[in-house]
């Protein structure tokens, strides 16, 4: 019993603490003009009510007690609210209904569930609190940016969920939640990029690294683009196209594979090399080029491109179903298609060979193998893009870089497969 009224103590001292949180972040709006009613020491008579309803359902073990709280609560705000809207003539509802869910989280601290009572009263809080900031973010919100977030919802949310994990089709070559997902990861990597150049218009490394999770050489195609429209960006066009369209690309990219596996022990194991050298390769290029990567940068038109969304899925498509035949029909000609994938997108790549483990179709061993491949034709692929700017320096440069890095890639791929 001792322990029981020391435990009821403590969830009492809470709904004190949680009124008090509350009501604290009241009388500051209050202060600052705020027309509020629920002040400080309302807020702690809310959340105590909640705790004391709880407290007497725990003694009486009677449902009809909770009931009778929150019917007792809903009367006090409605009548408040009522009261509230005749004399100042505002029909916001924003702190009455905050205090019904104060007066949840205090009975919450009396039922024992103490975790979710904090969490709520810290939410209803900084919600109460950010209120000027939400309507301000709400008001700079534009059409197009809304339907865009609507749609890839309804892509993510509704649709995906529902259909078939399963390989369909010869060879299984086609599976319809897989290929959905990847519609919806490649719609969420163009919105978070058109959502970093909304914020900063000068991020070109940060909107070109995003952009490289779906396709680093669309990136280095723009950046050689925008490069050839004005010259004196050629170092961050340089740079970029080196380190940016590469460096999550490389990353990313050697996850989603042991992801796709299974997370295998081994295939992490026969993977570090190819990464070291990679990551190891790009950070010397970051280092000698830090200064020359942010720019001001075109932002994209729409947040959610659907079409290209589709298309790229598309391509990601071919590009997995045809491995997956390959590795079954002639698994000889498994490297040269690696090599061709990678130039048409690396991350369809990836899926190939994560799936290819997952199934038992290729060795851990040679899967970082191809994996070397992948990258190291995927950063030399950039090197030959490079080759069409018009400018000489933004040429030897990229084409340089590129070379080296991918040279030593393949190197050590081949190394750690064949030996020396």
């Known amino acids: 019993m001792l322990v029981a009224s020391l435990q009821d103590f403590e969830y009492l001292i809470l709904a004190v603490l949680l009124g008090t949180i509350f009501g604290l972040e009241n009388?500051?709006?209050?202060?600052?003009?705020?027309?509020?009613?629920?002040?400080?020491?309302?807020?702690?008579?809310?959340?105590?009510?909640?705790?004391?309803?709880?407290?007497?359902?725990?003694?009486?073990?009677?449902?009809?007690?909770?009931?009778?709280?929150i019917a007792t609560m809903l009367t006090i705000?409605?009548?408040?609210?009522?009261?509230?809207?005749?004399?100042?003539r505002s029909l916001g509802a924003t702190t009455y209904v905050s205090s019904i869910i104060l007066f949840t989280a205090g009975m919450l601290a009396g039922l024992g569930y103490y975790e979710y009572a904090v969490v709520i009263t810290i939410l209803i809080t900084a919600i109460s609190f950010y209120k000027r900031e939400f309507l301000n973010f709400i008001h700079s919100i534009k059409r197009t940016e809304l339907i865009a977030a609507i749609n890839l919802m309804i892509?993510?949310?509704?649709?995906?969920?529902f259909l078939p994990d399963q390989d369909m089709g010869p060879y299984g070559f086609f599976n319809p939640f897989q290929f959905w997902l990847i519609v919806t990861l490649i719609g969420i990597v163009f919105f978070v990029q058109y959502l970093v150049l909304r914020i900063r218009k000068d991020s070109m490394l940060?909107?070109?690294?995003?952009?490289?999770?779906?396709?680093?050489?669309?990136?280095?195609?723009?950046?050689?683009?925008?490069?050839?429209?004005?010259?004196?960006?050629?170092?961050?066009?340089?740079?970029?196209?080196?380190?940016?369209?590469?460096?999550?690309?490389?990353?990313?990219q050697v996850l989603l594979v042991i992801y796709i596996a299974t997370q295998s022990a081994v295939v992490v194991f026969d993977i570090i090399p190819v990464l070291f050298v990679s990551l190891s390769s790009m950070f010397v290029v970051y280092m000698i080029g830090r200064?020359?990567?942010?720019?001001?940068?075109?932002?994209?038109?729409?947040?959610?491109?659907?079409?290209?969304?589709?298309?790229?899925?598309?391509?990601?498509?071919?590009?997995?179903?045809?491995?997956k035949i390959i590795a079954i029909v002639a698994p000889g000609?498994?490297?040269?298609?690696?090599?061709?994938s990678a130039l048409a997108n690396m991350i369809g790549t990836m899926f190939t060979v994560g799936s290819l483990i997952a199934h038992g179709?290729?060795?851990?061993?040679?899967?970082?193998?191809?994996?070397?491949?992948?990258?190291?034709?995927?950063?030399?692929?950039?090197?030959?893009?490079?080759?069409?700017?018009?400018?000489?320096?933004?040429?030897?440069?990229?084409?340089?870089?590129?070379?080296?890095?991918?040279?030593?890639?393949?190197m050590t791929a081949y190394i750690q497969f064949y030996g020396i």
Do not use: C
């Open 27 to 69: 009388e500051y709006r209050m202060q600052h003009g705020a027309k509020i009613f629920v002040g400080l020491r309302t807020s702690i008579f809310i959340a105590l009510l909640g705790y004391i309803f709880a407290d007497l359902y725990n003694i009486f073990a009677n449902v009809g007690i909770i009931i009778a709280g």
């Open 77 to 88: 705000a409605s009548s408040t609210y009522i009261t509230k809207s005749i004399v100042h």
């Open 155 to 161: 892509i993510a949310l509704v649709i995906l969920p």
């Open 206 to 252: 940060l909107s070109s690294i995003v952009g490289s999770l779906i396709s680093g050489t669309t990136i280095t195609f723009g950046l050689l683009s925008l490069g050839n429209k004005v010259k004196k960006i050629a170092k961050q066009v340089v740079y970029n196209s080196v380190f940016s369209a590469n460096v999550m690309m490389i990353l990313v």
């Open 291 to 323: 200064k020359n990567f942010n720019t001001a940068a075109g932002r994209p038109k729409t947040p959610f491109p659907l079409v290209k969304t589709l298309q790229f899925a598309v391509l990601f498509f071919v590009i997995i179903s045809v491995g």
């Open 333 to 340: 000609l498994l490297t040269a298609d690696v090599v061709v």
């Open 361 to 410: 179709n290729i060795s851990a061993s040679y899967s970082a193998f191809l994996i070397g491949v992948s990258i190291s034709a995927g950063i030399m692929e950039k090197g030959f893009l490079g080759l069409l700017s018009k400018d000489r320096y933004t040429r030897t440069r990229i084409f340089s870089y590129s070379i080296v890095i991918g040279v030593l890639v393949l």
